[in-house]
Every structure is written in C-alpha cells, then in structure tokens.
C-alpha cells in the first residue's frame, strides 16, 4: 500500500469546535477541544451535575464539561462532607449525567479512598467509571503523591482531571475549609501543578486559592486551569449548581447566586399545597373524562 493511499484511508478526524461553550457542534467535547481552547485563550464554563433532567438542561444551554463531583455526598446525599461518598454511590448519578446530555465532556469525581493506596487501585476505580457509567474523564486530588497514579491512568487512555489547592477529600489534615497555597505553600502548589502536567493531566482545578498564585498557575501551564475561589484569571470557572442556582443556605464566599430557585420552589409548592388544600386544583383541565 502506497503512502497516499494509507493516508487517504485513514478516518478524518473532526475539527475543534469554534468555541466550546454554545459551539455549534454536536458531537461530544473532547481533550482535544480543551487544549484547543487554551490555545486560543478561551474561557469556559464547567457545572456539576448529577442528574439526566439537569444534565439535559445544562447540555442545551451549551456547557461544555460537567462534572459529576463528589460533592454529591452533601447536594445529594445530605453528608456534611464529601468523604462518606462512594464509588457505587457516584457510579449510577454519572451514568444518568451522560445519558442525559449529548455534547458535553462527562467527568467523574474518583471519591476519597478509592484511588489513593496505589495507582491499580485508581485504575480499577477509573475503569468502572468509564466502562459502567460511560465517563469521558475522571478527576482527583493531590499533587506529588498521585502522580504515579496520574501516569498509569493516562498511559491507559484514561483521561485525568487534577486537583489542587483546597483538596475536599483532605478537609481533616487541611484544618478545615481554608484558602490554600498562601506564602511558601504557593511554591509547592505551583511545583505540583507543573509536575501533573508532566503526568499527563489535561486540565487542573485550582480550589480556593489567591488570585495572584492562580495567575501564575495558568499562564505557566498549557493545560487549562479551572478556578473555583481562584479569581478571574483561570482559564475557566467551575460552581456547584445547587450553589450557582441560590439552593446552598449558606454558599462560599466565591460562590455567586444567579436565581433563587430555593425561593421559588418555595412559592410554587405552597401555591400547590394551598390549592389542594381548598379544592382548586385539580380543575377539569387538570382531569379525566
């Protein structure tokens, strides 16, 4: 076989889509579109989701990635933390995300102790997320101590999400729910994310950290990095959407409320419960003949 006709054979390989959030393309946004991004220094957003009906809704309006956090442990399952969650836990609300959208990059948190004691054990993890729920990416937290298990996903076509900064499944060790990454700490913040770079990660969170390191954070790196409490220079933006959508009673401070969605689910099931309660509703529309 002559080389033009191998390259002819070959299967076309689509282009990025103009731009990620509300791009015109239908199909499923890929790393590739994510690095393409970052090289035209486009922004874009990313939401959780842990549902079909929401995961549609937010699929329609453009989103681009969503995750699928371990944050369900308090937004879904009522824990106070997220480290009660778990693989078997997270497995069916990530399968529902995917089926319910069609463009966006689907990425599974890998919940605390499921990938920590050895890069298998993430392999194994990874792998039902992507075999049993139909993840695109998985993400986790840490810096030098996850990097050979960064690798061994990678190297096996699984692609990774890092994490940096304020680490939720470290709250214990952290002291709580603290800005991170202040003075020398920075250093070691920003020699970590470089490090996951190298590892092969093809995005990294930066949580709660000051905006200043954050910059230096994402104009050092090629991949993109997604901010949450990190300040406007990230190359995108990441909010829980219970948070987002006003249902949090008492939101972070980097949070900001785009509805109070808790205030009108309020008014409209007292409209209902009044409604049944003097006969107003059902009415014959409302009803068979």
């Given at each position: 076989m002559s080389s033009e006709t191998a390259v002819s054979a070959a299967p076309a390989v689509s282009s990025p889509p103009a731009a990620l959030y509300g791009g015109a393309s239908k199909r499923r946004v890929t790393v590739r579109d994510i690095a393409a991004a970052k090289e035209r220094h486009e922004k874009w957003p990313?939401?959780?989701?842990?549902?079909?009906?929401?995961?549609?809704?937010?699929?329609?309006?453009?989103?681009?990635?969503?995750?699928?956090?371990?944050?369900?442990?308090?937004?879904?399952?009522?824990?106070?933390?997220?480290?009660?969650?778990?693989?078997?836990?997270?497995?069916?609300?990530?399968a529902a995300v995917v089926r319910g959208s069609s463009r966006a990059m689907v990425v599974a948190d890998l919940p605390f102790g499921s990938y920590q004691s050895s890069p298998q054990q993430a392999l194994e993890t990874a792998a039902r997320f992507m075999k049993e729920a139909g993840a695109h990416a998985v993400k986790l937290e840490g810096g030098h101590r996850v990097l050979p298990q960064v690798e061994l996903l990678v190297s096996a076509g699984i692609p990774v999400m890092a994490h940096l900064g304020l680490t939720p499944q470290s709250v214990n060790t952290l002291g709580g729910y603290r800005v991170q990454g202040r003075g020398q700490a920075g250093d070691e913040l920003m020699a970590d994310a470089k490090a996951l770079e190298h590892a092969g990660a093809f995005a990294l969170v930066l949580e709660c950290v000051p905006t200043d390191l954050a910059h230096r954070v994402t104009t050092s790196l090629s991949i993109p990095t997604v901010g949450i409490g990190a300040g406007p220079y990230t190359?995108?933006?990441?909010?829980?959407?219970?948070?987002?959508?006003?249902?949090?009673?008492r939101p972070a401070k980097f949070v900001k409320k785009y509805f109070d969605l808790a205030g009108e689910m309020d008014r409209a099931v007292r409209a209902y419960a009044d409604e049944v309660v003097s006969g107003a509703f059902p009415t014959p529309e409302h009803s068979y003949r």
């Open positions: 990313m939401v959780t989701a842990y549902d079909a009906m929401t995961a549609r809704v937010f699929d329609e309006a453009g989103i681009p990635v969503m995750l699928v956090g371990d944050s369900a442990a308090m937004v879904v399952y009522g824990y106070d933390s997220t480290l009660p969650v778990t693989v078997d836990d997270l497995i069916p609300l990530t190359d995108a933006q990441v909010l829980v959407w219970q948070d987002l959508m006003g249902l949090t009673p």
